[in-house]
């Protein structure tokens, strides 16, 4: 079964269970006003309250815990929060609380001679704002030092923490046994407090995290949050030494221990980020290594062009040595330079590479280019002392992918021995991490270009396929049938049919020279030449020389296609055809149960692209009768070869065609195959294979 | 596998192609060719195909786009030797229509001085 659990925090949204808590808090403290103020007027009045001193205690205790609950969800929440808004949130609350404060004490300032503050009832009524507005900022910035103090926290600390927090709560019941307890309690549950806030307050590693600039403001920030508590206390202090008060927030150990705590931790702050201040730009420099260092690794995936690779390795590299000047030089692969300069002109960069030449490291990096960088180089090597009066100092380092060097990179500083190890090994690696990103970006757009290709094989695939007929003719007369299968590349074999009238059917079938796009390409073109021409009614020959004149024009002086072209007339019970270098055709004559091959004269198309043509072409025409089956099919069956790498060969198809050439069109195909394919022994195909059989009726 | 060489008795250049010629072997035959070409001092040519196995219509392609460059610079081949199987190729494409195929050498050196006159 499954257990239904509704917790109150599903009840009830978090924006809810904050406007709930505020709500509270407002009413608990409204109730203890009116309480407060009731005890006073009885006490006024001599007369009896009804109600004991407690009872305003309580109302306080849930008032500080709302408030508490409230602040809690509101900073808590954000995990996202930076420090300085923590601050700054300290620092508003407190500018509010003592602004109301301010009004009050100028309200009492201007009424000083009046009777209202000698009211014991109007005073306590104003302390009790201050009260709240007191809780208030106390407890937020509790919260906001608890946040700071467990950033990056451990088991240990939490721990530390929750015992700490949990105990000042736990010091609200202290007020209902107040008047039991000696002093000596009050003051060693304080010490104890003290004691603690002041272990915790040695949790400063958000400092490290500022820069120069956050700091100052902390420090600002921090002082302010000093000055209100300050304020606040001596606020308190006064009102509880001018006036009778009910209630004197002052003597509460919750609200003593939280001040110094907030005391204590605003001030070693203060003082830590002082002292931090001199490193916070070594800090920052590491901050920004760290950055770089990912940009750069990053930048691929962002899809960056190579430059913007070099460039940030530039500004990177510069910014963490603090050199002056810098340029990277990039070799193409056309032997061209490309350089990428910072604060550098040309000609100095002609100027600075001769005295690089001169130093010792130009010897050096020769010899392990010569080596081709097989070796590791000595980071040490690399930087020198240069003859030069703007450039006293340089750090060069070789970009190497694998054994190539694809560019340089040298910086420049304006003082003697500028670059010291840390320097050469940051440099070190951001040259390597560059050099990554651009081997990655290289194999990356080499994949790319693999990918497309195999995507515009599939594509030619695809188009070779939709190039061959969807439905074939199976009518009284003849039935078709046809098969083709492709190797993985894409072939070039074709054929197709038109019915040219209600009597007349061409048929063509056609090998193209080549493989992969260009064939499928040549294909179309024969495609297209087919499909006009037929409609011509031409006879075989004439057909045959149109066609080669037309891809003599279109074809590349290699290639040629090859073709048969046959001309079925059902009414005379005729087929007339010609060769054009295709493969001859096998007939089977039925009744006689034998075959034979379609032996005519005939070149291919696009060898002789001439008018004289015609007359490497013969024309020849046969009877057939019904159960005459007319074979047709490329090379590739003929010339498939087995593993001893002899060829499947004419005679064994004419065997098999003869065999079965009384049965149906698709047997006769499935029998072709089967004997092909246990021939070559193998289920893989090197070549295109096209059958085309026509059954007549 | 092929193998290529060119040799020269007398005035006639004969190449000798030993193997198969397929897609990617064809392009030795065309170096072969191109080279021979290039000599203005070749005009007869004998194509030794005794040791030739197999030949591709790649291989076909080879010999069928040098038939023009032979006839604008009066160079005249012959290719003897050729096995049953091989010349059939040559046959049904129909290339023994344009080229001078014979059976052996002697008659090879006969077909080229006759068509040379």
């Known amino acids: ?697 | 596998m092929i193998n290529i060489e060119i040799t020269k008795e007398d005035e006639i250049s004969i190449i000798t192609v030993a193997g198969d010629v397929d897609a990617s072997s064809s392009i030795h035959l065309d170096e072969a060719l191109t080279k021979l070409v290039k000599e203005s001092s070749v005009k007869l040519i004998m194509i030794d195909g005794t040791q030739l196995d197999y030949i591709s219509s790649a291989g076909l392609g080879v010999f069928m786009s040098y038939i023009d460059d032979f006839k604008t610079n009066n160079i005249k081949m012959v290719l003897f030797g050729l096995s049953k199987k091989v010349q059939n190729v040559f046959e049904i494409l129909g290339l023994d229509q344009l080229l001078n195929i014979v059976a052996d050498k002697k008659e090879a050196k006969e077909k080229l001085y006759e068509i040379q006159s």
Request: with cysteine; glycine share 4%; aromatic share 16%.
């Open chain 1, 1 to 697: 079964m499954p257990s239904i659990k509704l917790t109150f925090k599903t009840l009830i949204s978090e924006k809810g269970l904050l406007r709930l808590s505020l709500l509270f808090a407002i009413l608990f403290w409204l109730a203890l006003i009116v309480s407060d103020l009731f005890l006073l007027f009885a006490q006024i009045n001599q007369a009896n309250a009804g109600i004991t001193q407690e009872i305003p205690y309580l109302f306080l205790l849930l008032f500080i815990i709302f408030v508490f609950f409230y602040f809690r969800l509101r900073i808590q929440k954000a995990e996202s929060i930076n420090f300085i808004d923590l601050l700054w949130h300290v620092f508003s609350t407190g500018l509010i609380v003592s602004l109301v404060q301010l009004a009050i004490g100028l309200f009492f300032y201007l009424l000083s001679d009046s009777k209202l503050l000698q009211n014991d009832l109007a005073v306590n009524f104003f302390y009790h704002i201050n009260i709240a507005a007191i809780i208030v900022f106390l407890t937020s910035t509790f919260v906001v030092w608890k946040r700071l103090i467990l950033y990056q926290k451990n088991k240990r600390l939490l721990l530390i923490w929750q015992f700490f927090e949990y105990g000042l709560l736990a010091t609200l019941l202290f007020n209902f046994f107040q008047s039991e307890f000696q002093d000596w309690v009050f003051i060693g549950l304080l010490g104890i407090f003290f004691l603690f806030g002041l272990i915790l307050s040695f949790n400063l590693k958000w400092i490290a995290y500022l820069n120069f600039k956050q700091k100052w403001r902390s420090i600002l920030l921090l002082a302010l949050v000093l000055l209100y508590l300050y304020y606040f206390l001596t606020n308190l202090f006064n009102f509880s030494e001018e006036f009778n008060l009910i209630l004197d927030l002052l003597p509460n150990v919750f609200v003593l221990s939280l001040s110094a705590f907030i005391f204590i931790y605003a001030l070693i702050s203060i003082l830590v980020i002082l002292f931090n201040l001199p490193t916070s730009s070594v800090f920052e420099q590491k901050i920004s290594e760290v950055l770089n260092f990912q940009r750069l690794s990053q930048s691929i995936q962002k899809g960056d062009n190579e430059d913007q690779v070099y460039n940030v390795l530039l500004e990177s590299s510069t910014n963490a040595v603090f050199s002056l000047s810098a340029w990277l030089e990039i070799y193409e692969k056309d032997r061209k330079t490309r350089i990428f300069k910072s604060n550098i002109t040309d000609a100095k960069i002609q100027q600075v590479k001769k005295s690089i030449q001169e130093s010792q490291i130009f010897p050096y990096l020769h010899k392990h280019q010569s080596e081709s960088f097989q070796k590791n180089l000595n980071p040490n090597k690399l930087t020198a002392n240069l003859n030069d009066p703007d450039y006293p100092s340089t750090l060069v380092v070789p970009l190497v992918i694998q054994d190539r060097q694809i560019g340089l990179l040298v910086l420049l500083k304006d003082v003697e021995d500028g670059f010291n190890k840390e320097m050469i090994d940051i440099i070190n690696s951001f040259v390597s991490q560059a050099c990554i990103s651009i081997e990655n970006f290289e194999l990356l757009s080499e994949a790319l270009k693999n990918e497309r290709y195999k995507e515009e094989l599939k594509i030619a695939m695809r188009v070779q396929k939709s190039l061959l007929p969807q439905e074939l003719i199976n009518d009284d007369n003849f039935e078709m049938f046809a098969f083709y299968e492709s190797a993985d590349e894409v072939g070039g074999d074709y054929y197709d049919y038109f019915r040219v009238n209600e009597n007349k059917t061409a048929i063509i079938i056609g090998d193209v020279s080549g493989k992969g796009t260009s064939a499928a390409f040549n294909m179309s073109q024969m495609k297209g030449v087919f499909h006009s021409l037929v409609q011509l009614e031409l006879d075989p020959q004439s057909f045959l020389t149109k066609a080669n004149s037309a891809l003599s024009f279109c074809l590349e002086k290699t290639s040629f296609i090859t073709a048969a072209y046959y001309m079925i007339d059902s009414v005379e019970k005729t087929v007339t055809f010609s060769r054009a270098g295709h493969c001859p055709a096998l007939f089977y004559n039925h009744e006689g149960k034998s075959v034979n091959y379609f032996h005519n004269r005939g070149l291919g198309l696009g060898i002789v692209r001439s008018n004289n043509y015609e007359k490497y072409i013969d024309v020849n025409q046969i009877s057939y009768k019904p159960g005459d089956k007319l074979f047709l099919y490329t090379d590739g069956i003929v010339e498939a070869k087995n593993p001893e790498g002899e060829e499947f060969g004419y005679d064994r198809l004419s065997d098999v065609v003869s065999t079965y050439g009384s049965e149906s069109p698709e047997k006769i195909k499935e029998k072709v195959i089967e004997s092909l394919y246990s021939f070559i022994d193998s289920e893989g195909l090197d070549d295109d294979y096209t059958i085309v059989i026509i059954g007549f009726f």
